[in-house]
Nanobody
């Protein structure tokens, strides 16, 4: 019954910002390590940013210093603040917990124009 719903994507100019949101219905959300992913060359989804249940974070080198992941355990929400966006960031972004079985959500499209 658990599901993931991403939102907040859109079309922005180079250098602009977006804030992505992920609503997770799982009752154990507060214990999950959550991540934001995007499709990489080779047709696999790479981890862009991750956050533990206690708020420790990690980022892909390509986004470090530009993106910030956060979560609100009381609301079962995880966010990705995306700053100084570049055309190379254009992708569909997905949220997903680590180590549990749950279907991927529909993702949210981010398009950065140059």
């Amino acid at each position: 019954q658990a599901q993931l719903v991403e939102s907040g994507g859109g079309l922005v100019q180079t250098g602009g910002s977006l804030r992505l949101s992920c609503a997770a219905s799982g009752s154990k959300f507060s214990t999950w390590v959550m991540g934001w992913y995007r499709q990489a060359p080779g047709n696999y989804r790479e981890l862009v940013a991750g956050i533990t249940s206690s708020g420790n974070t990690n980022y892909a080198d390509s986004v470090k210093g530009r993106f910030i992941i956060s979560r609100d355990n009381a609301k079962n929400m995880v966010y990705l603040q995306m700053n100084n966006l570049k055309p190379e960031d254009t992708n569909v972004y997905y949220c997903k917990p680590q180590g549990v079985y749950i279907n991927w959500g529909q993702g949210t499209q981010v398009t950065v124009s140059s």
